[in-house]
T-cell receptor, first 110, second 118 residues
Framework: KQEVTQIPAALSVPEGENLVLNCSFTDSAIYNLQWFRQDPGKGLTSLLLIQSSQREQTSGRLNASLDKSSGRSTLYIAASQPGDSATYLCAVKGYQKVTFGTGTKLQVIP | NAGVTQTPKFQVLKTGQSMTLQCAQDMNHNSMYWYRQDPGMGLRLIYYSASEGTTDKGEVPNGYNVSRLNKREFSLRLESAAPSQTSVYFC?????????????????FGNGTRLTVT
C-alpha cells in the first residue's frame, strides 16, 4: 500500500527566503507525482506534475524534483512571498489510484 | 472556462437526512472522482468513474452512492447522513486512466462542499 508523507506539517519563513518542501513515498512504481496548492476554504490548484521518467519540472519560482528510486520529491520555492502562504500537498499516481500526502502548511511572514 | 464546478458550497444536515452533491466539468475529461478531506487524514477517494457509464469504489465508499449522469456530470449521494460524514467533499476530473497517453494527465479540482451532519 502506497504511503505518502510530508514533513514538516507546518513551516514559517520570512519573506524572501528560498525554501524546500519535502514529500516521500513508499512504493516507487508510480506514473507521476503532482504538487498542489490549497488556500483556506478552497480546492486544490495544480502547480507542477512530474512524470516518472523526469527528474524535475519548473514553473516560474517553483521547481519540483523527483527521485523515484529513493521515494522522494521536493518542491523548491525561490524568493518566497506572503502570497505563497498556503498548504502544499503532493500526490502520487499509481496504476489505478492517486495517494495524497497530508500537506505542509506554509506561512511566509512579511 | 469554469473547470470543475461543485454545488452546493455549504450544507448542514441532520442525522438520517439525504442529499446529493453535484459536480460538473467542462474540460471533456473522461475520469471523474469524489474525495473527502478530513483534518490529519489527507484526501481519501470515495468513488471514481473512469468513463461515462462506469463507476468504482475507492477507499471509503460506505454510506455513499454515485451516478455518472453523462460525461460532464458526476453526483455523490448520501442516503442517510451520519455525523462521521461531516467533511469537505471535493470533486476532481482528469483524462482517462485506461489509455497510456493519459496516465500523466493532471487532476483538476472543484472548490469543495463543506458538509456538516448534526
Amino acid at each position: 500500500k502506497q504511503e505518502v508523507t510530508q514533513i514538516p506539517a507546518a513551516l514559517s519563513v520570512p519573506e524572501g527566503e528560498n525554501l524546500v518542501l519535502n514529500c516521500s513515498f513508499t512504493d516507487s512504481a508510480i506514473y507521476n507525482l503532482q504538487w498542489f496548492r490549497q488556500d483556506p476554504g478552497k480546492g486544490l490548484t495544480s502547480l507542477l506534475l512530474i512524470q516518472s521518467s523526469q527528474r524535475e519540472q519548473t514553473s516560474g519560482r517553483l521547481n519540483a524534483s523527483l527521485d523515484k528510486s529513493s521515494g522522494r520529491s521536493t518542491l523548491y520555492i525561490a524568493a518566497s512571498q506572503p502570497g505563497d502562504s498556503a498548504t502544499y500537498l503532493c500526490a502520487v499516481k499509481g496504476y489505478q489510484k492517486v495517494t495524497f500526502g497530508t500537506g505542509t502548511k506554509l506561512q511566509v511572514i512579511p | 472556462n469554469a473547470g470543475v464546478t461543485q454545488t452546493p458550497k455549504f450544507q448542514v444536515l441532520k442525522t438520517g437526512q439525504s442529499m446529493t452533491l453535484q459536480c460538473a466539468q467542462d474540460m471533456n475529461h473522461n475520469s471523474m472522482y469524489w474525495y473527502r478531506q478530513d483534518p490529519g487524514m489527507g484526501l481519501r477517494l470515495i468513488y471514481y468513474s473512469a468513463s461515462e457509464g462506469t463507476t468504482d469504489k475507492g477507499e471509503v465508499p460506505n454510506g455513499y452512492n454515485v451516478s455518472r449522469l453523462n460525461k460532464r456530470e458526476f453526483s455523490l449521494r448520501l442516503e442517510s447522513a451520519a455525523p462521521s460524514q461531516t467533511s469537505v467533499y471535493f470533486c476532481a476530473s482528469s483524462d482517462a486512466l485506461g489509455r497510456l497517453s493519459s496516465y500523466n494527465s493532471p487532476l483538476h479540482f472543484g472548490n469543495g462542499t463543506r458538509l456538516t451532519v448534526t
